[in-house]
C-alpha cells in the first residue's frame, strides 16, 4: 500500500509538468525538484545518520548516481519520443532490470508469481499508453530518445536495489534514501543553473517546482523507503506500473483527455498484475497448514 500511494504522487508528475511556464526545459524542471526534494529529505534524515563501510559508502555514491541520472535521460526521452513511448519503455525495462540485476548479484531468483504479475504489467502499462497511438500515427522512432528512456529505467532499477539492500542490512530507510537524494541532487544543480531560470521566478514555475519537490520526491520517497523495510525491490519496482494508471487517470480527469477503449483495457491487466502482487503471497508452509486445517490432503 505504501508504494501504491507513492506510485499516485509520481504519477501526478506528468500532469504537473504540463502546467510548467511554456519554454522551460524538462530536464531543468525534473532536476530542480530533485534538487530541492533531496535537499527536503537529506534534512529529515539527520537525527539517524549511520556509519557505514567503505563498499556501503560507495554503494551510496552509485545510487546517487543513478538518481541524479533518471531526470537528466527520462525527461530528454520524453522531449524526443513522447510522454506514451518514454513513459512505457522506461517503467517497462525498469522491473526487468532489477529482476535481472537482483537475480546476477545474488539477492533473489524471480519468483514465478513476479514474472506473470511483470509481463501483465508491461503489457496492461504499454496498451494502456500507447492505445491513443496505436489508431495511427506515422511519426518515425527516435533511436536516441528510446536509450535515454532505458538508461533511465535502468538508473531507477539501480538506485532501488541499491537502497533496499542497504536497508536489509540494518541502516534506517531515511538515512539511506537522504544521502543518497541529498547527494543527487547536489549532483543534477549543474543542470538547473546551466539554463535559463526565467521561468524559475514565476508563480507557476515555483509551484510546479515546489510540488515536484514535496509530493513526488520527499512524502513518495518516504513511503518508497517504508516499503524496501517490507518486500523486495523487484516487487516494489513493478508495483510503480500504478504511476501511469494515476497519471492516465488524471489526464482524463484534470487535463480533459480522452482514452480509448483500449487504454481501458489496459488499465485493467494493468490493475489485476498490481493486485497480483499486492496481495502477500502465503509460503508453502502456511498453504500446507491450511489445507491441513480444512481437512483436505496436502500431498
Do not use: K
Not at 506473470?116 to 500507447?130: F, K, P, S
Not at 517490507?230 to 519496482?237: E, G, I, L, P, Y
Amino acid at each position: 500500500m505504501p508504494i501504491l500511494a507513492a506510485s499516485v504522487f509520481w504519477g501526478t508528475t506528468g500532469t504537473a509538468g504540463s502546467l510548467a511556464p511554456a519554454g522551460a526545459p524538462a530536464a531543468a524542471i525534473g532536476s530542480a525538484g530533485l534538487a530541492l526534494g533531496g535537499l527536503l529529505l537529506f534534512l529529515s534524515h539527520r537525527g539517524a545518520r549511520q556509519r557505514g563501510t567503505r563498499a556501503e559508502r560507495g554503494l551510496l555514491l552509485l545510487g546517487a548516481v543513478a538518481i541524479a541520472g533518471y531526470p537528466i535521460t527520462f525527461y530528454p526521452a520524453v522531449a524526443r519520443t513522447g510522454v506514451a513511448v518514454a513513459t512505457v519503455i522506461t517503467l517497462g525495462s525498469a522491473p526487468v532490470f532489477a529482476g535481472l540485476l537482483a537475480w546476477i548479484i545474488g539477492r533473489a531468483r524471480p519468483s514465478r508469481r513476479w514474472l506473470c504479475a511483470t509481463v501483465a504489467a508491461v503489457l496492461g502499462c504499454a496498451v494502456l499508453v500507447l492505445g491513443p497511438e496505436l489508431r495511427g500515427d506515422d511519426a518515425p522512432v527516435d533511436l536516441t530518445g528510446i536509450v535515454l528512456a532505458a538508461v533511465g529505467g535502468l538508473c531507477y532499477a539501480v538506485y532501488s536495489l541499491i537502497s533496499a539492500r542497504l536497508i536489509a542490512r540494518g541502516h534506517a530507510s531515511n538515512s539511506v534514501l537522504g544521502t543518497m537524494f541529498g547527494i543527487g541532487g547536489l549532483l543534477v544543480l549543474p543542470v538547473v543553473l546551466g539554463t535559463d531560470l526565467s521561468w524559475l521566478f514565476t508563480l507557476r514555475g515555483v509551484g510546479v517546482v515546489l510540488h515536484l519537490a514535496v509530493f513526488p520526491t520527499f512524502v513518495a520517497y518516504r513511503l518508497f523507503g517504508y516499503a524496501l523495510r517490507h518486500t523486495t525491490a523487484q516487487v516494489v519496482v513493478t508495483l510503480t506500473f500504478a504511476e501511469p494508471a494515476v497519471a492516465a487517470i488524471l489526464g482524463v480527469v484534470v487535463l480533459g483527455e480522452r482514452l480509448p477503449m483500449v487504454s481501458w483495457g489496459g488499465l485493467a491487466v494493468l490493475a489485476f498484475a498490481l493486485v497480483m502482487l499486492a496481495v502477500p503471497e502465503r509460503s508453502r508452509r502456511d498453504r500446507v497448514r491450511a489445507r491441513a486445517e480444512s481437512g483436505s490432503p496436502v500431498g
